[in-house]
């Protein structure tokens, strides 16, 4: 398997535009997650998926940000619009509940996000 | 959510071994404690999960003591390649918490 698949792995985008970024989880995951990780703030975990379905937000930081998974392959995480401070390296990461009761996640390159 | 402490950075020598002791006072009866690892530009990767006494891998070992409010992970003879941050987590067995990765320890080998 190739791995948690994340795009882009850079994106450089002015303030107020929307950003989208995109994840493959690996195949037979059924666990989704999205985080941010900043040097003030370390690794966050914004929302996780569990079947396609949202299960659990409260890491989102605002209605700013939303995030989707319209089938078990692919996820987006959007933010609309941009603001500076949303610069930071987003993390997808998937796992299987099978897997060590869903404790080993497998984490994408990650997407480092500039906003100016 | 339990909360875990580590210390913020580590120096340690090729070759040596390494002890990255965490504290997690609070931690609840059905916690696992759990391990990862993460490299400059890349994301976490799981290194080791255990609940209680000896848990060994290829990679390291983790001792969790009886009482279980602290947890060392122990790893042989390092190298240079083990330069990287390590977080110590205490998690429910199910996802009804969040991951919470607190600063985590910043390993340093020195040749």
């Known amino acids: 398997d190739a791995g948690v698949i994340q795009s882009p792995r850079h994106e450089v985008t002015e303030m107020g535009q929307e950003v989208t970024l995109r994840c493959k989880p690996i195949?037979?995951?059924?666990?989704l997650f999205w985080y941010r990780q900043t040097m003030m703030r370390g690794l966050e975990l914004l929302i996780y998926f569990n079947n396609n379905v949202p299960i659990d937000d409260s890491g989102m930081p605002e209605d700013r940000f939303s995030a989707k998974m319209p089938n078990a392959s692919f996820s987006t995480l959007k933010i609309q619009p941009s603001e500076p401070r949303d610069s930071a390296v987003y993390f997808c990461a998937s796992s299987s509940y099978g897997q060590s009761a869903g404790h080993e996640q497998y984490f994408g390159p990650g997407t480092r996000l500039t906003v100016t | 959510l339990a909360k875990t402490t580590q210390p913020i950075s580590m120096d340690s020598y090729e070759g040596q071994e390494v002890n990255i002791t965490c504290s997690h006072n609070n931690i609840a009866t059905n916690d696992y404690i759990t391990w990862y690892q993460q490299f400059p530009s890349q994301g976490p990767r799981f290194i080791i999960q255990g609940y209680k006494t000896k848990v060994t891998n290829e990679v390291a070992s983790l001792f969790i003591p009886a009482d279980r409010k602290s947890s060392t992970l122990s790893l042989p003879r390092v190298s240079l390649s083990d330069t990287a941050v390590y977080y110590c987590l205490a998690l429910l067995d199910n996802y009804g918490q969040n991951f919470v990765f607190g600063p985590g320890t910043r390993l340093s080998v020195l040749p």
């Open positions: 195949s037979g995951h059924d666990y």
